[in-house]
């Protein structure tokens, strides 16, 4: 079946399989894919009589839950595309986010509205809100939408005519330049790749997937979308408990997943320290990653301890989707210590390599990796500069620049090498190194500041160097809060060290690669 | 041990490793340790085998929660917990 638009896929498993969990959460709360299509049904209504239109946009800060899932569906179904924002992130960073791609409406939960308005009310930006008084199984919701009806009855209405090329949803990644982007993806962008996970996962409705990834990451297109196009249960992770390795292992086992995908980062650390052997994994057929390079003597000591799932490497920056994909070989050769590569190409995509001049290159020489194909974004919301300069100039078809090296081994599959700008992959979340500093000069003490990226056993830590106006010590303690003021946790760095000044190199810009050699 | 000594062990451990140069007068019994950056999530990991190792306990999946960690007071008294 293909898809057309990301909403109908609910409407039909519902059809199929009313009385069948289609989202079960960590505390084992469910909701039926006839109810969660009924619930979105309600929320599109509740939107079309705020005036939400075919073509807005609608943002949704409530954590990961039926509630969300509905909401999402809601919005789709209302026309409109979903502006999701990470909750734990501060109120500033996601009001912005909001108020950046003007927002028609807001799901939101009430701890959360609140700092969301404070910082809206200063610009005159007061978008309507669906407050919940939490999130669970739907009940929230469903309680928020029945007094809303009270006051004001929102009448049914049909879902808006499937438009491939219509805005699904925007996800916001870090910029460089300080304030995070918004990528512009359409149905059709997301159902080439679902449908291809179709045809490589095989899923079917007896399928429990993992929700890892929060929804404001790209990950979870492939949890929500192959899921309930296939009639299958999405089992959520709470944010907490993803971030637990000794306790996730053993829920993976209890809720007998089968399908498991996230940054290798949290399955580096379930193999080391999940116990991993405890416990009866037998359910688990597929393990996806992606997101980072996952450090081979834990996908090596992964394998050893979860023998029989099939694995594959999925690479690809928001901006496409999953773009290639890499099978893993049943037995790694103890010899290889070198990542495994990204692989090749999906089906719907055509890569390219480039030289620094945008020119193809010879194959097995290094270069730049671009993707065009159905999948590829539509560009960055109001910022056509920015979506101007991630194309290759000069040519017909629309080749994304990913920015990422790498090289085409002699077997077909690709080597990521690294990255040609200052864009980085901690645990599986992309960082601009730019917008870390961006958030240091904001401090009134700070008079020049730098981040860089270290290897380190689990990928990277950040660093970050700061020079004072009075020359004065910076506690490392008052700056971690500071930067959790302003950028979201996974974004504060490791570790401060206070410098007289800067580096610099002789055109006077700041010597990233001194201050990555400074001890 | 007591409570204060093992505050004091767990303190210099993380002044150590996670707050180099710090003022270790910054570093109260009530910093917020998760919750603000101090100690991400391989952090607290870490901090957690060093509890084991350093005071002979072991903590179980349940226990290595924000609840029980964010603060030197709360690791201090998860900690006497394990030894009574």
Known sequence: MTTRALHQLLDLSASRFPDKAAIEESEG??????????????????????????GDRVGICLRKSADAVASLFGIMKAGAAYVPVDPT?????????????????????????????????????????????????????????DQLDVVSPAPSTPSAVPDPARL?????????????????????????FIDWCSSVFQPNEHDRFSSHAPFHFDLSILDIYVSIKHGATLVIVEEQLGKEPAR?????????????????????????????????????????????????????????????????????PTETNVCTFYEVPQVIPDCQTEPVPIGKACAYCEPLVV?????????????????????????????????AKAFLPGRDNRWYRTGDIVVELPDGNYKF??????????????????????????????????????????????????????????????????????????????????????????????????????? | MDEPEIKAAVKTYILNEYLPGEDPAALTDTTELMTTGILDSIAVLKVVTFLESHFGITLEPHEAVVENLNTLSAIARLVMSKKA
């Open chain 1, 417 to 519: 090498l690294g990255r040609r700008d200052r864009m980085i992959k901690k645990r599986g979340y992309r960082i601009e190194l730019g917008e870390i500093e961006a958030a240091l000069y904001r401090h009134p003490a700070i008079k020049e500041a730098a981040a860089v990226a270290l290897p380190d056993d689990n990928g990277v830590s950040v660093k970050a160097f700061a020079s004072t106006r009075n020359g004065a010590r910076l506690s490392t303690i008052e700056l971690k809060a500071f930067c959790a003021e302003n950028l979201p946790l996974y974004m504060v760095p490791d570790l401060f060290c206070c410098v007289e000044s800067l580096p610099k190199t002789s055109t006077d810009k700041v010597d990233y690669q001194k201050l990555k050699a400074m001890k």
């Open chain 1, 355 to 387: 030289d620094e001049a945008g020119t193809e290159i010879l194959p097995a020489a290094e270069g730049e990796l671009c993707i065009a194909g159905p999948s590829v974004l539509e560009g960055y919301w109001n910022l056509p500069e920015n979506t």
């Open chain 1, 89 to 145: 992130a501060p109120a500033s960073r996601n009001a912005f986010i909001f108020r950046n791609c003007a927002v028609k409406s807001i799901i939101v939960e009430a701890q959360l509205a609140d700092g969301l308005h404070q910082e809206f009310s200063p610009v005159c930006f007061a978008p309507e809100s669906i407050v919940l008084d939490g999130v669970g199984a739907g009940v929230p919701l469903t309680h928020s939408l």
């Open chain 1, 248 to 316: 996730l292992a053993a829920w993976i086992a209890e809720k007998k997943l089968t399908v498991w995908y996230s940054a290798p980062s949290i399955l580096s650390l379930m193999a080391q320290v999940g116990r991993l052997k405890d416990y009866d994994y037998s359910s688990l057929r597929v393990v996806l990653f992606a997101g980072e390079v996952f450090p081979i003597k834990y996908l090596k000591l992964l394998k050893l301890l979860w023998p029989h799932p099939r694995y594959f490497n999925l690479y690809g």
């Open chain 1, 29 to 54: 709360d469910s909701i039926r894919y006839g109810e969660l299509a009924r619930l979105s049904d309600r929320v599109r209504d509740r939107l079309r009589q705020m005036g939400v239109e075919p």
């Open chain 1, 168 to 192: 699904a949803y925007i996800l916001y990644t870090s910029g460089s330049t300080g304030q995070p982007k918004g990528v512009m993806l359409s149905h059709s962008n997301a159902a080439c």
